[in-house]
């Protein structure tokens, strides 16, 4: 029965909307917009959060990711003295590793090279990835075309190899890659598979140091190894350096994710040790994903926040028209008072249309806010997500802004007295 | 004589907060029998409408009493005063008062918005009353298709609504030519024929001639009261 009462002053209050269609449109577009940026702002920061999973989420966040780096400052007396430069992680700190440190499921080896590929007579500059074949289930690099490495390959030194499909075109081949042989430092290896297209992304690419040309060529790591040996020689403009990493990189996977970070610090004070000139990183995705996460959040907040201040002014924009209103319908007020009308309808009734006002541009927000995300994705590129709860919110929020705005007026409304009301011309 | 259904004892009005006050109404006592057809006639600014407002509760005396069918109302709160105006009482305005942007369904309705009947259930009802003061083909329209008679039947409907005892009409046909305000007047006396005490507010000898006692108000006092 109050329900039913309710939507009859709904109604009503709908047709007194309806009655004035321009001002009704002007009071909503603040809430419109407001709304609209809000869904949008949220959109782009959701879509920023996915994209952030895909990017970080790609190395795992089961694992931790060492990586050789040249140290900054050389020792120049020992250059001198020595012409290869040797740095990074060694065959004895993974021993070290797969020996003492306890929970860690795989440590795998990786090395990775600068060389020109032949094929006929057309040449590419390729990075070299020995890799085992459980690293590439690790970071899902499958094939689209012919199969993946397989520890076959790797027991009996096979020259095999799986290429992105981007160098194809430039190594002239054209047909059925498969079978093709490549040269890589006088030695051939044979193309066994293509990996589908999806290279790494941003942080993931820096993280397992990939290049952005997508020229990766991956080799059974035994192979590579008994083939090339560590060291590695790069002629640049007559001078030629010589570099010897044992292991450009170790993928160490945790059996368990609460003791990843426990993980990491146990590596981190073992390489410590080993290592004091600091020729090597740590990479700890899930570390660096909660940090990202972190920073994202706080930017979400920021820009709903500036997006929430239009929501603010669409507010005010209510609460001011309709205290036009309320001096408008004063003679209303009070024939509906003559009428009956208690303090608390005309409250409920002007309530009723602010809320009703700011609710249905609420709903057109969220649709503006769609439209924008829309176009702003279209021109832009970025990626955006609008999720069910940020519609539930902006709607919530909108209905709470109507509810706000309205309280003065209706209060002011419901506190005229009756006769000088029903007089007011 | 049956019982009275208005009883005023010695009402003053003051407007105002500050001295002077507008000393508006001046020790009224005045008395209305159930089922009575009563007039007030007097000059402009005499204080009928301050006395008809005090009569439909919706202002208090400043001093005296009112006893509405025996309660006596100058101590009711706001809340209580809205539930006597909403279920006893009639109220039919000069200017006719309907909410112009309801249908002539609607405005009759909005007394039943405040009332404890569901709205569904009086839908039939609220095309009975429409129909007894001959609208039934208007219904959807807004006030301002209507002429000023036609305005002042529903608002007379609207007043009927929630068929109250008490009929209070502030100069009825003050807007309406001679002719529609007949009809109006005719409604008004089928209404006292029912049975429903009347009070009207007029300034015109001949209409208050249909009542049954005139009241003439003069400067907030009852100067002449007698059979019109
Ligand atoms: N709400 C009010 N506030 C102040 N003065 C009022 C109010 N209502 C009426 N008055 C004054 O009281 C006097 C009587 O008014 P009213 O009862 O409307 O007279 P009538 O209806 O007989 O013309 C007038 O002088 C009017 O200005
Ligand atoms: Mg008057």
């Known amino acids: 029965m109050i329900s039913q009462k309710h939507l009859e002053l709904v109604r009503m209050g709908l047709r007194s909307l309806v009655g004035y269609p321009m001002r009704t449109v002007l009071t909503m577009l603040g809430v419109v917009f407001g709304v609209g940026s809000v869904i949008a702002m949220l959109a782009l920061g959701a879509g920023a959060e996915r994209e952030l999973l895909k990017e970080i989420g790609r190395l795992g966040i089961q694992n931790i990711i060492i990586n050789s780096i040249k140290p900054e400052v050389q020792d120049t007396s020992n250059q001198r003295s020595n012409w290869i430069s040797s740095y990074g992680i060694t065959f004895k700190d993974h021993r070290q590793i797969v020996d003492t440190i306890p929970g860690i499921e795989k440590a795998l080896p990786v090395h990775v090279s600068k060389k020109t590929v032949w094929q006929g007579s057309k040449r590419v500059e390729g990075t070299l990835y020995a890799v085992t074949p459980e690293h590439l289930d690790m970071f899902q690099l499958n094939t689209s075309v012919g199969r993946n490495l397989t520890h076959l390959d790797d027991e009996k030194l096979s020259r095999v190899c799986v290429v992105r499909s981007g160098m194809l075109k430039e190594l002239g081949i054209y047909q059925d890659p498969i079978g093709f042989g490549l040269n890589i430092d006088k030695e051939t290896f044979y193309i066994v598979g293509v990996l589908k297209d999806d290279s790494f992304l941003g942080y993931a690419r820096k993280a397992l140091s990939v290049d952005a040309k997508s020229s990766e060529i991956y080799v059974p790591y035994s192979s590579a190894l008994r083939r090339h040996g560590t060291r590695s020689i790069t002629r640049r403009s007559g001078s030629s350096e010589a570099t010897d990493v044992e292991l450009n990189q170790v993928v160490i996977s945790v059996t368990d994710l609460d003791q990843v970070l426990v993980t990491a610090r146990m590596l981190g004070s073992l390489l410590e040790r080993n290592h004091p000139e600091k020729d090597y990183e740590l990479v700890v995705p899930l570390e660096v994903l909660s940090q990202r996460q972190k920073t994202q959040q706080v930017f979400n907040i920021a820009l709903v926040a500036i997006a929430s201040i239009s929501l603010l002014v669409g507010g005010i924009g209510i609460a001011n028209i309709m205290l036009a209103t309320v001096t408008e319908r004063t003679k209303e007020i009070g024939v509906r008072r003559a009428l009956g009308a208690r303090r608390r309808h005309i409250i409920a009734q002007f309530l009723t249309e602010t809320t009703t006002i700011s609710t249905i541009g609420g709903g057109v927000g969220v649709l503006v806010g769609i439209g924008l995300v829309q176009v702003l994705t279209f021109f832009t590129g970025w990626s955006a997500a609008i999720t069910l709860s940020s519609v539930a919110l902006s709607l919530s929020i909108s209905m709470a802004v109507g509810i706000v705005s309205g309280i003065y007026p209706a209060r002011r409304a419901a506190g005229l007295d009756p006769i000088s009301a029903l007089r007011h011309e | ?228």
């Open chain 2, 1 to 228: 004589m049956k019982a009275p259904i208005i009883s005023l004892q010695g009402v003053h009005k003051y407007y105002g907060d500050c001295e002077p006050r507008l000393h508006v109404l001046k020790g009224i006592d005045l008395d209305v029998a159930e089922g009575e057809y009563v007039s007030i006639t007097g000059t402009s600014g005499s204080g009928k409408s301050t006395l008809l407002n005090l009569l439909g509760c919706l202002d208090n005396t400043s001093n005296g009493a009112y006893l509405l069918n025996g309660r006596d109302v100058s101590l009711y709160s706001d809340d209580e005063l809205s539930k006597i105006r909403n279920e006893d009482i009639g109220f039919i305005f000069q200017s006719f008062n309907l909410i112009p942007q309801l249908t002539v369904f609607e405005n009759v309705q909005v007394p039943l918005l405040y009332g404890a009947r569901s709205i569904a259930a009086t839908t039939d009802l609220c095309h009975e009353v429409i129909d007894s003061v001959g609208l039934s083909d208007r219904s959807e329209h807004r006030p301002t298709q209507l002429s000023g008679g036609e305005c002042q039947r529903v608002a007379i409907a609207r007043a009927l609504i929630n068929d109250p005892v008490l009929l209070l009409a502030d100069e009825p046909t003050g807007n309406l030519d001679s002719t529609t305000g007949e009809e109006v007047l005719a409604l008004i006396d089928d209404l006292h024929q029912q049975g429903r005490s009347v009070v009207m507010i007029t300034h015109d000898p001949e209409v208050a001639n249909r009542s049954q006692r005139r009241v003439d108000l003069r400067d907030g006092i009852i100067v002449e009261e007698g059979a019109a």
